[in-house]
Structure formats: C-alpha cells, structure tokens
C-alpha cells in the first residue's frame, strides 16, 4: 500500500466494546472536523491477540494531525485553555449519565428494551470518549508538545543550576487535586480512626486481611460502613476498563500495611500540604528564574490541564464501564455468552444479537485470540477479520518495528525526575504482580489503575509508551517516584531481574547488569 503504520499503543486487557470508538477512522475525523482540526486519520489497525491489543496508524498522518494541533495551539493558548475545561464539563455529564444505570432491574427489560438501553449508553461512550483524539495527538507518538515545551526550557536553562528534566516535570505537574488524591486522603482518614483505637490497631497490625474484612462488621460496625463508603466512592478507580473494581480488601490491606509500617495519619497529611506547596513554590521559582514569557507560562499552564483532565475524563471512563459491565453481563446470560465473549462484540453486532438473536460464538471465541479490526473513512462499519483471514490480511501493511536486542541504554521522556538503581519487574496484567518485590523497577507497556499494588511497591517507573498525560506519569507523580515514559522498547529490551539505572531526569535507562534468567 505504500503507508508506513506505527505502533501508537500496546496494552493488555482491551477489547472491541471498548476500544472500537476511540480507533474508528469516521468518528475521528468527525470529532476532528468538529473541532477545527482539518487533518484526520484514514485508516485505523487494531488487532487483538489472546489478551494483548496494539493499535496502528499511519505515520505520516499522525504526525500531520499532532503538528497541526501543536501549531495552532502554540499560537493561540486558548484553544488549549477551552478544550480542557470542555473536557472537565464532558467528564461530569459523562459521570452521571453512567450513575442513572445503578439502579435498573435489567431482568425487566425485554431483548428491544435492553438494547434501547445500550444504544443509549453506547451513544453517551461514543460522544464522551473521542475526546481522546487532541491529547492523544499531542502526547503520542513523537510526544510532539512535551518536545516542544522542553526545546523552549532548554534555551532557557544553565545546566549548571538547573536541570531540564526536573525544570519540566515541575512546570507540567498539576496543582489541583486528582480523585487519586482525595482517595489517598480518604483513606488516610480510616486509617486515623484505626490508630486512635488501639484495640483495632493491634488487630490490624496482626491480622489477616482476609479475616479483618470477614469479622470487622461486628468488631467496629461504625469502621465497616466507612470502608464501605469509601469503597462505594473510589473502588472504581481500580476497574480501569475491563475490571474488577477495588473491594473493601484492598483498602484494608493498604490501612492495615500503613499500620504495620508504622505510619502516622498526621505525619502524612502534613507531608501531602508540604509536598503541595513545594511544588507551587518551585512553579514560580522557575518560571521567575528562568524569564518563562507569558505565551509559555499559558503553555505550560495548558500543559498541568491536559495532565489533570485526561486524568479526571479517564477515571469517568473507569466509572461508566464498572457501571455497564451489569449491562453486558446480563446481554451474556440471556445468550449464554460470557462478559469476555460480549466485550469482543461490535455495537452493530449487540444490535443484530438482541434484536434478531443472530450471533457465532465460535467466530467471538476466535476473535479473542487473534483478529483484527480494519477502520477507515471509505467504509462507515470497520472490516472484521479473525485468525487466518486476519494474519494474512495483516501481511500487506508495511508496519514500522524497533530493534532492541542488545540494548543497553533505553532513551525516553521524563515524567517526573529523580534516579535510582533497581532490579527490573515487568508487569503488564494484575496475574504478573505477584513477581513485584518491594523497591523493584516497575517496567510495563502502558501502565492501568489495576496495576496499583504493584506500583505503589516501585522505586520507579518505565513504560513503552506515552507522555506527560499519560497514568505511569499522572501517578508517579501522585507518589513522588521517578519515571520514564515512552521509551517504545522497555519490555522487550529488558528482562526480569535486570539491574538497571533509572535517570529519569533525563529521560534514560542504562542496563548495570543482565538477569541470568531468560526472557
């Protein structure tokens, strides 16, 4: 075909319900045009392989439709200004679209009803989620914004005062609190109650998990009802897209290991203010220091708002799928199919299934483990292929891969500054986590909220992809550790066991040492 397609992004866990709308060429082109963008993507590649999913775009596309957003936005700040604050205004009417789904009894629906329902939840997804395509333009592939604010700081900076990689991980991070942090909070409330009660916390400190959740109703029933709450109000910040949400014994175990550790509530409610206003204080340090002009003060300011939205707009996403998975599990039991066999349905196909009962299984089960996805703007509904057809069909794009064999220094983007040495984990599903040991380098494709009991064990963090936006930088930044993203080879590159120095102040990763063990 003479088109060169690159991977934009490789992650577990993904599927057609969910990742058809972001990566269909129609609707990005629609969302696009709408919002004044006059390049588009013509073709879309996404295949699916027994769990992993990876997503293909044409380069010389995407890097038309990243410049020409970085142009028009570096001439107008305000672009960027409004787009966030329309993210913000989307992700609340977003959220709540998907909260009116809790209460239905989707057993008194019949198969029309049921999939009225759906349309209207699937319209609701379809709308809210392209906006994803301006930060994914901005802060994939070539991270062409990130690139630009740190050509201008570079200009800026005598190196031997300041250092780049710490001057733009503190202009980019933002102040305003995450729903990560008010959970953080949340949580270090329950944790001030247990050590105000020394009975519980000498039984949280020496007792199971397990047993804790089954028998703490009846030790403190006051206690339970604020996990209860506070799993009712955060526990989605786990589903990520495909689930399960944190349960009561997740925030139990992180209270009771806080306990055990010795933490002290007000020592670490104190340490989330100071850390706060060191962080404002060395945002106009820097920006004083250095001269930033008004024009990239803006910039950067756009810059900490597109951190923060994507962050807000992504946790509405995690909210409306810990929501619909009852829908989908109830699509499955009237056709005997499971929540993975429906998620790997197209909404066209969710219309033929409900409404006339047309459907193969054995086709879904085959998707699963390998098809692909074929979107462009000749065509309103995508070409589906699954194993043979679509590994054949695959062969005919000219696909742009990477050499990592033998790598020894992986070059990537700061996402927050810091160095340290560490022996490597790479984890890219919650099954993996068990490898984790405390203080190892957490290496992943993409890193996702159901991922965080593994993160928060890390010395720091390197992913294959993403930029300033994306989780392994939003919550690197939430745990004050250093992290390197878009390194594009890091979990093929490295292996577990591996020694390695993480400088994520320059966006590098030296290998010290090589794991005995084979990949």
């Known amino acids: 075909m003479g088109e060169r397609f690159f991977l934009l992004q490789e992650i577990v866990g993904y599927f057609p319900l969910m990742s058809y709308i972001p990566m269909h060429a129609p609707e990005a082109r629609k969302f696009l045009t709408a919002h004044g963008i006059r390049r588009s993507l013509s073709k879309i590649v996404t295949k699916y392989e027994n769990g992993l999913c990876s997503f293909w775009l044409i380069k010389k596309e995407f890097d038309a439709l ?40 989707l057993d008194r629906y019949s198969d029309k009803e049921l999939y009225a329902l759906f349309e209207e939840s699937f319209e609701n997804y379809r709308r809210f989620h392209n906006f994803h395509w301006i930060q994914t333009a901005m802060d994939f592939g070539d991270n062409l914004f990130s690139k630009r604010l740190l050509i201008y700081l570079k200009e800026k900076i005598d190196e031997k005062s300041f250092v780049l990689g710490d001057v733009f991980s503190t202009l980019t991070s933002p102040l305003k609190e995450s729903n990560a942090g008010k ?54 910040l786990g589903y990520g897209f495909a689930g399960p949400a944190w349960d009561m014994a997740y925030f139990v175990d992180i209270v009771a290991s806080l306990i055990r550790q010795g933490a002290r509530p007000s020592a670490l409610f104190k340490k989330i203010v100071h850390n706060k206003e060191v962080l404002k204080k060395k945002q106009k340090f820097f920006v004083k220091k250095l001269s930033i002009d008004y024009l990239h003060q803006r910039l950067f300011g756009v810059a900490r708002g597109l951190v923060y939205s994507k962050g807000i707009r992504k946790d509405s996403l995690f909210y409306y799928f810990s929501i619909v998975e009852h829908l989908h599990r109830e699509i499955g039991r009237r056709f005997f199919l499971s929540l993975k066999q429906v998620r790997f349905l197209y909404p066209h196909e969710i219309k033929q299934l409900l409404l006339k009962h047309q459907f193969d299984s054995n086709r879904l089960n085959e998707r699963i483990s390998y098809s692909v996805c074929y979107s462009s703007l000749s065509k309103q509904l995508p070409l589906l292929l699954e194993e043979k057809k679509a590994r054949i069909f695959l062969k005919q794009f000219e696909l742009i891969t990477y050499k990592y064999n033998d790598v020894k220094v992986l070059q990537g983007d700061c996402a927050t500054s810091g160095r340290i040495r560490g022996r490597v984990a790479i984890i890219n599903t919650p099954q993996e986590m068990e490898k984790m040991k405390q203080s ?30 994306c989780h392994a930088a939003i919550v690197s930044r939430e745990l004050g550790i250093p992290c390197v993203v878009g390194t594009k080879i890091a979990t093929k590159a490295l292996r577990d066991g591996d020694l390695v120095d993480v400088n994520a102040t320059h966006g590098k990763v030296t290998v010290i040492k090589r794991a005995k063990n084979k990949k």
């Open 440 to 469: 190892n380098i957490l290496v992943s494709m993409v890193t996702n909220p159901d991922l965080m009991p593994a993160i928060r064990k890390a010395a720091a963090i390197v992913t294959d992809a993403g930029g300033i936006t």
């Open 66 to 105: 990243s410049n020409e957003i970085i142009v028009r936005l570096l001439r107008n700040p305000q672009i960027g200004e409004q787009f966030n604050a329309e993210i913000l205004k989307e992700s609340s009417a977003f959220y709540a679209s998907a909260k009116k789904l809790i209460s239905l009894n």
């Open 183 to 236: 959970e953080y909070k949340s949580l270090l409330k329950l944790l001030e109650y247990v050590v105000k009660h020394p009975r519980l916390r000498v039984y949280f400190a020496h007792t199971e998990t397990r047993l804790i959740v089954e028998e703490l109703k009846r030790l403190d029933a006051r206690l339970y009802a604020l996990f209860e709450k506070h799993r009712e109000s955060y526990g989605y």
